[in-house]
């Protein structure tokens, strides 16, 4: 009861805040077209492609994202440990992406944000939902309320009008994943246009022909309106980026560019950090953000399939503290152990929670899987020693898999304390 009591406070003091933000900053997103991207999986590298791809083709563009910001004139890594920033902050970088000439805006949208009401007079004209699945159980109350709070974007676009831009009238549209089992849920709560992608060839954008290697993505995709094959290759890794690319070429061609130019684009885009990135050789080194069971199977999938070659994978993992989605610390530890060789389960972000303990609840999924501890599964409780361990025991022809932190640049302890980490970094001073 008391904690429903301070989270009802926590959101009116959101409403407070951002509204407030909304009018001092002048209102910016009246006149720039916003572009809104949530989901379980795929927000970050959709916005960030999206924010590549559109400038390459010409925009000035500023972005909230939980890896990147921009103003429309620097781009610059997200100085919080927040997807979206509460206490007005987008709309504060808006007015600041507006004053710099962007027409465009993309926000990284969370579902925590959105039960916040950080979401609050952001007058959307594109709104996108990459996929569902369980994610944020604990703090949501159950996945039906998780579900719910995404739809807020929705509900919030479904009162969104034409804007009026640069001699244009922007007419609000949205996206979902045909190939997802919610997006029908998603549809029911808006009237607007709502366009779909996906392998399903129900959709507005039909994938096919996917094929991904060590050199990067290659897939064709046909208009389901005129069903001329367009043909994308591109240096981003892993067959799952698939999606998130059809949502960028959708958006770029509802602001009038052709498929044609937007495919030329995406062949110049760059690694998104800290989603599979290939940072070493001899052995082959990955690191990705994968936090779910269901997005380990992607990255796990992706290395197995293109990347292994010969050799053995070593997977490093963990899980968050905090109390935040146990559920998924033996599953993620199950799958860790059927898709690799070998398993090594370290620390991650305890916060106030025994870090051991954590340890164990993983392990246990992994031990669920067949793995024998100290023969092909390993407990090691600093992140830095599992890395160490990995590189001990990779030959190399091998493959070791780091997932859970990505880009992050700190652990986080007992009573919020932050220890300074970054995944990337450790492997390639351990290397030299």
């Given amino acids: 009861m008391f904690q429903k009591l301070i989270k009802k406070i926590k959101g009116i003091y959101h409403i407070v805040i951002t509204y407030f933000a909304y009018i001092i900053t002048g209102r ?14 795929g927000k970050t590298s959709t916005v960030y492609t999206m924010y590549q791809t559109l400038t390459t083709l010409g925009l000035k563009v500023g972005l909230s994202s939980s890896v990147y910001c921009s103003d429309g004139k620097t781009l610059y890594k997200n100085p919080l440990r927040n997807s979206m920033p509460g206490k007005g902050r987008i709309h504060q970088l808006m007015r600041d992406s507006k004053q710099h000439g962007a027409t465009v805006f993309i926000v990284e ?3 925590e944000g959105l039960a916040q009401n950080r979401h609050r007079g952001i007058h959307f004209d594109s ?12 703090s949501h109350g159950g996945f039906e309320n998780y579900k719910k709070a995404k739809g807020l974007l929705f509900q919030s676009f479904e ?3 034409d804007k009026f831009i640069q001699g244009k009238i922007i007419q609000p549209i949205a996206w979902v994943n045909q190939d997802d089992s919610h997006q029908e849920y998603y549809r029911g709560l808006t009237h607007k246009t709502v366009q779909s992608i996906g392998k399903s060839t129900d959709s507005t954008l039909i994938m096919e022909n996917i094929h991904s290697s060590t050199s990067g993505l290659a897939f064709t995709y046909r208009d389901r309106n005129d ?5 994308v290759t591109t240096p981003i890794l892993g067959k799952f980026m698939g999606y998130n690319l059809l949502f960028v070429i959708g958006v770029a061609h509802w602001l009038g560019f052709e498929y044609d130019n937007i495919n030329q684009a995406l062949n110049q885009l760059v690694d998104i950090p800290g989603r599979m990135n290939h940072i070493a050789t001899n052995p082959h080194v990955f690191v990705d953000y994968a936090h779910i069971p269901e997005a380990l199977v992607q990255v796990y999938g992706t290395i197995n399939n293109d990347f292994k070659g010969s050799g053995k994978t070593i997977a490093i993992l963990g899980s968050c503290g905090g109390g935040r989605d146990t559920w998924k610390r033996s599953p993620m530890g199950k ?9 090594i389960v370290t620390d991650e972000d305890p916060y106030d929670e025994d870090p051991q303990a954590i340890i164990d609840q993983v392990f246990a999924g992994v031990l669920e899987s067949g793995k024998i501890e100290n023969k092909n ?7 830095r020693d599992a890395i160490i361990k990995a590189l001990d025991i990779a030959s190399p022809e091998d493959t070791i898999i780091i997932t859970g932190k990505g880009s992050e640049t700190s652990i986080i302890r007992a009573h919020g304390q932050k220890e300074q980490w970054s995944d990337t970094e450790t492997v390639l001073e351990l290397i030299k």
């Fill in 28 to 41: 910016p997103g009246e006149s720039m077209i916003v572009i809104g991207v949530t989901g379980t999986k």
């Fill in 127 to 138: 709104v996108i939902i990459t996929n569902l699945y369980p994610e944020h159980l604990e």
């Fill in 335 to 343: 799958v860790a152990g059927s898709m690799n060789d070998y398993v």
């Fill in 159 to 161: 009162r969104s009008q």
């Fill in 109 to 111: 949208v969370t579902s």
């Fill in 227 to 231: 069903n001329t094959i367009y043909q």
């Fill in 377 to 383: 599964a390993w407990k090691v409780l600093s992140r």
